[in-house]
């Protein structure tokens, strides 16, 4: 459990000194309980206090670097409390039992998904090799998947095969082979996926392998009641802090629902939303990854803070500096649907982006964040006019009303004013006469 400041307070010094910043030994407490400031701002704490302090104040979930990807970390049940920090990744499987083409089957289109929205790489981040008996034909595999250049994660419970495959993350730890396993991981320098018949299980093996010195782990939920498993243990490590399960979890839908696409699509999008921090597929097709993508998007983005891409002059289909210019807001969904459209329209643009606090077209034009001033503030930032040759502008139909303000404020240009939806760009930019 948490210290509260009282009991923060009786671990300082009481000298109120000020070295830390505070005027109080109290209000330096106070501070470090609410989590405002860490305990080593105190010069004169004594090592024995900052590391109960340090155990004491830490997350109750730990974060878990796997493979360059931190998982885990998370402060709240629920994303609209505060925000969900770490996002989880997804993986594709292969299996030893697979044909060379079977598998490279399954590569060729993990390669073929691989897209940019609103900023940010789509893709699935890990490759699972679940190997089987035939050890020999599961190092074939465990290659295959490593030259993929995506994380690899090794689901195998013979320790000899886990350690020599280095993989960033192995699944096979239970009560009965824990120890083995831990060994396996520490030779690879690999995180040690724990798995348990019950919770309770699940919950000692655990603290056998942190009494080893393990803290490096994350939890299989298995294939049975897994969701419930998902929330029971993400509740026991925020709310009752129960620290032994503040770890991140993998959950294997291949596992859960084989040779079921759909299914497993479905379950991907259950555990995006509660809790998988790990999510295994048996493999990643466009359809599969356009809703689960997006739906991570925007679950794994703070609530507080709107969605937004940077200010800035965005070329579409190779414009040049005569190419026309259209201007919209910084919210990144506008950004998303309408940079969409231009570049299905084939036709050269210049997409400039203004700072408008990353809201709307419309929100932002009520609030005064998008005006005539604010596109021609923004051109003399970015100083369009040496840019670019062009002095066509587009602007978005929904603003109609700013054409004139603009016209005033940009002399020389020609304004022009797009559809009112994005949808209509295509045949707008196609039919557009300079």
Not at 415 to 434: D, S, T
Request: net charge neutral; glycine share 8%.
């Amino acid at each position: 459990m948490a210290l509260k400041g009282l009991d923060i307070f009786k671990l300082t010094p009481k000298t109120n000194c000020k070295d830390c910043g505070n005027p109080t030994c109290m209000a330096f407490s106070m501070k470090v309980a609410q989590g405002a400031i860490s305990a080593d701002k105190c010069p004169h704490m004594s090592p024995e206090a900052l590391a109960k302090l340090s155990e004491a104040t830490e997350p109750p979930m730990k974060t878990i670097d796997v493979g360059g990807h931190k998982l885990g970390g998370e402060t709240v049940l629920l994303r609209h409390e505060k925000t969900f920090v770490n996002r989880n990744v997804f993986s594709v499987k292969l299996r030893a039992d697979m044909t060379d083409e079977e598998i490279d089957s399954v590569l060729e289109e993990l390669k073929a998904v691989d897209y940019e929205r609103i900023n940010e790489r789509m893709y699935a981040e890990c490759v699972c090799v679940e190997c089987g008996e035939d050890k020999a034909r599961a190092a074939e595999v465990i290659e295959k998947a490593r030259s993929s250049g995506r994380v690899l994660i090794v689901k195998t419970r013979d320790a000899e095969l886990a350690a020599s495959a280095k993989a960033a993350l192995i699944l096979g730890a239970d009560a009965s082979n824990w120890e083995a396993m831990n060994g396996a991981a520490k030779t690879a320098g690999s995180v040690l996926g724990v798995s348990g018949a019950s919770l309770a299980e699940l919950h000692d093996t655990v603290e056998k392998l942190e009494a080893a010195g393990n803290k490096n782990l994350v939890l299989d939920l298995g294939t049975g009641d897994a969701f419930k498993r998902a929330v029971q243990i993400r509740r026991a490590a925020l709310k009752d802090g129960d620290r032994t399960f503040g770890y991140p979890s993998v959950v294997d839908t291949a596992a859960i629902a084989p040779g079921d696409p759909v299914l497993q699509s479905q379950l991907a999008a259950l555990f995006v939303c509660r809790y998988g921090s790990v999510i295994i597929m048996d493999r990643m097709s466009y359809a599969q990854a356009l809703p689960l993508f997006g739906l991570r998007q925007n679950i794994f983005t703070d609530p507080q803070k709107p969605m937004k891409v940077a200010p800035g002059i965005y070329p579409i289909n190779g414009a040049g500096p005569d190419s026309p210019c259209a201007v919209t807001v910084d919210f990144a969904l506008t950004y998303f649907v309408v940079s969409g459209e231009l570049e299905r329209s084939g036709m050269p643009v210049n997409l400039c982006i203004t700072d408008a606090g990353g809201y709307s077209v419309l929100t932002s034009w009520a609030a005064g964040k998008f005006s005539a001033n604010s596109i021609s503030a923004f051109f003399a930032e970015q100083d369009i006019e040496n840019k670019l040759t062009t002095r066509t502008l587009i602007l978005p139909g929904k603003v109609a009303v700013l054409k004139g303000e603009v016209e005033n404020k940009l002399p020389g240009w020609n304004v022009l004013v797009a559809p009112n939806e994005a949808v209509q760009l295509v045949k707008y930019m196609r039919e557009l006469k300079i």
